[in-house]
């Protein structure tokens, strides 16, 4: 299988500016075309061990990342999205090319593919047991995610959960995990072996900066997992690990708020978000340290061997 | 035929499907979802029973589409109920127009068709009535702006979009086809008039079946804008093709009823391309009547050649290297149809240099 890693920087650039570079992640195939240089450089970096596809594939999401024309390339030189035709965001700064890509492939997601109930929420996994981290922004979901991930846990994704609409299953879209601003610093702290992405500063989100997922996450893209728990994750300064159960309705309302097709999909959005919280346990979480983080989440799986 | 875009061969013949190849199916699914058909190929794929001979990848590609197509029916059906309740107190039955008509009335044009607002139709007289009963329910202008109101109220056939406080839906409120200020203006009260109710959905209504295909055809060919122009030329195809076969005399009324109402040259240019482009069924003896409303040859050569670039899908894949000029004729030739040369010269000056936002807003 031909991999980004296994195709040197010129192929690489080759493909993105001509007839598109389609990159595996997960369920997904995405052709990605764009001929600025510092896409191949971030791409190369941040998917080498990610499946590249031969033409013959149909892909399930075209997608441009290009420069201005005109004189507007050399003033303040922006990048624009374009989804076939569409653009769905503002253009941003250069400099910003990189979490552009990133937000615009998880766009790609939350607005398509409505054969899973998909939830902004990271998702790890261990023994075959998956947690779901829903939270709003800030919350500090993709910190725990990283911290997760980096001791030991699989990586599913940090911002899609994927719940299939016909059995419940979680199929694994894993990709870079998005770090911002004190965490950044953080989670380098935390897992000096990471590969983590140059920190872009000025961001809508402050500064962010994008964590390699780890090669066994990737490898294992196509294995979906059994949920477990749905942990609402809440940073506080200082706060001792605590994990309090949450009412089954009132989980089912915070997944439907977090969800970004839950009113999309109707009488099948409803019946797979009651199906999650039924075959999960359900909780919120507070915590002020990740290492007393990470022996909570040993003591659920423990709990259940 | 062959010059045809993709998406245009598979509106025409939609079983060619069945055997298309991986990069054939990425270029349609791009076509089709940029022209807002992405649903409707999935129905087509439905209707024709080769859905599940298609490749897993497409299948799925067109599932997705079709849940956004189920939901946004759901959300219309939802909306039209509300709209007839706020205004049920002013007694008048409640004439849908457009993709809301398709879609109340259960008519195969509504199968993966996609829209923004809910169109309907009301007597001028009663335009404050409905405005006002409106608003108590919640829907309110948007545009404040003094030369828009002045724009819609003095000049167009319609009052500025009204949208939901709270739900943000937005409801057109025609009270004619037509611009005030158009040199042809069919009238309401006839179309009105003709209007049927929906069995089995009380206090709504749709335009009889003429009036309807002929409203879709003045939409689409008086437009400036052609963003949808293929999807809503296979508005007119399914219309033409499910009125056909199932309303008695339809073929024959059609070009009376366009004479009638001063409709005969978009019905002319509607019957022609629906012909040359999607194969549309259209009886030799209608073809000839309807050529009352042929423009003169030099003209007919000229918009041949528009639209044959503004009814593609509105796809990269597809621009010809005119398109701009083409797009940029047509809508100036969509305001010109609609406004006397003095006013479309200050309507243009206006919206290109005081308005805010570039000439192309959405509401010209």
Not at chain 1, 67 to 74: D, M, N, Q, S, T
Not at chain 1, 146 to 161: F, I, K, P, Y
Not at chain 1, 214 to 236: D, N, Y
Not at chain 2, 115 to 120: K, L, M, N, V
């Amino acid at each position: 299988m031909l991999t980004v890693g296994a195709l040197d920087r010129h192929t690489l650039a080759a493909r993105l500016r001509g007839p598109g570079l389609r990159l595996q992640t997960g369920p997904f195939i995405a052709c990605i075309r764009s001929s600025l240089p510092a896409l191949a450089v971030a791409l190369s970096r941040m998917y080498a061990d990610y499946p590249v596809l031969d033409e013959d594939t149909t892909a399930d999401f075209n997608v441009l990342l290009r420069r201005p024309r005109g004189l507007r390339r050399f003033i303040k030189p922006q990048v624009y999205f374009h989804y076939d035709g569409m653009e769905p965001f503002q253009p941003l700064p250069l400099a910003q090319l990189y979490p552009m890509f990133e937000w615009a492939m998880n766009w790609c997601v939350s607005s398509h593919a409505h054969s899973w109930l998909v939830i902004h929420a990271a998702v790890v996994e261990k023994e075959g047991a998956a947690v779901i981290l829903p939270a709003p922004p800030g919350s500090g979901k993709s910190t725990l995610c990283a911290a997760l991930v980096a001791r030991g846990w699989r990586l599913l994704s940090d911002e899609l959960t994927l719940v299939r609409l016909v059995d419940g299953q979680i199929d694994p879209v894993p990709r870079p995990v998005s770090l911002k601003n004190a965490s950044i610093d953080v989670i380098r702290a935390w897992a000096p072996e990471a590969h983590i992405s140059p920190p872009v500063a000025d961001t809508v989100k402050g500064t962010v900066a994008h964590m390699c997922a780890p090669g066994a996450s990737v490898a294992r893209a196509l294995e979906p997992a059994t949920p477990a728990w749905i942990v609402f994750p809440q940073w506080k300064q200082g706060a001792p690990a605590e994990l309090v159960p949450v009412a089954q309705a009132r989980a089912h309302l915070r997944l439907a708020e977090n969800a970004f097709n839950y009113s999309l999909l109707g009488g099948a959005g409803f019946d797979t978000a009651a199906r999650l919280i039924d075959g999960t346990h359900t909780f919120d979480f507070s915590y002020g340290a990740l290492d007393d983080a990470m022996a909570v989440f040993e003591g659920l799986l423990a709990g259940r061997r | 035929m062959n010059t045809l875009p993709l998406l245009t061969r598979v509106l025409r013949s939609p079983p060619t499907m069945a055997a298309f190849d991986a990069p054939a199916w990425e270029l349609l699914l791009r076509q089709a979802v940029s022209a807002d058909l992405g649903a409707t190929l999935a129905l087509l794929a439905e209707e024709h029973g080769i859905l599940h001979t298609l490749p897993e990848r497409v299948q799925r590609r067109l599932g997705w589409e079709r849940r956004a197509w189920e939901r946004h029916g759901q959300a219309v059906r939802f909306e039209t109920q509300q709209v007839r309740r706020a205004l049920q107190d002013t007694g008048l039955p409640l004439i849908l127009l457009k993709g809301t008509a398709y879609v109340a009335a259960g008519l195969p044009a509504a199968a993966g068709r996609l829209f923004s607002d809910i169109d309907i139709l009301v007597p001028k007289d009663r335009l404050d009535e409905v405005e006002s009963r409106l608003m108590l329910h919640g829907w309110v202008s948007n545009h404040h702006d003094a030369y828009d109101q002045r724009y819609y109220r003095e000049w167009m056939h319609e009052l500025p979009p009204l949208q939901h406080l709270r739900r943000a839906t937005v409801i057109d409120v025609h009270h004619a086809i037509l611009p005030e200020t158009a040199a042809v203006r069919p009238d309401p009260a006839r179309l009105r008039a003709a209007a049927r109710a929906i069995p089995g959905a009380p206090g709504l209504s749709v335009l009889a079946p003429c009036d309807m295909v002929l409203h879709s055809a003045t939409h689409l060919f008086y437009e400036g804008e052609y963003d949808h122009g293929l999807r809503d030329l296979f508005d007119l195809h399914r219309l033409l093709c499910h009125f056909g076969a199932t309303e008695p005399g339809f073929w024959t009324a059609l070009p009376t009823r366009a004479h009638e109402l001063e409709l005969a040259r978009p019905l002319f240019y509607a019957l022609r391309y629906c012909i040359q482009l999607l194969g549309t069924p259209v009886p030799a003896a209608t073809v000839e009547t309807a050529g009352g409303g042929r423009p003169g040859r030099a003209l007919l050569a000229l918009m041949d050649g528009l639209f044959a670039r503004a009814l593609r899908p509105m796809h990269p894949s597809c621009a010809a290297a005119l398109t701009p000029l083409a797009d940029a004729m047509l809508y100036i030739r969509g305001n010109w149809l609609r406004m006397p040369p003095l006013m479309l010269s200050r309507h243009l000056f206006h919206k290109a240099f005081l308005s805010p936002g570039n000439v192309k807003s959405d509401q010209v």
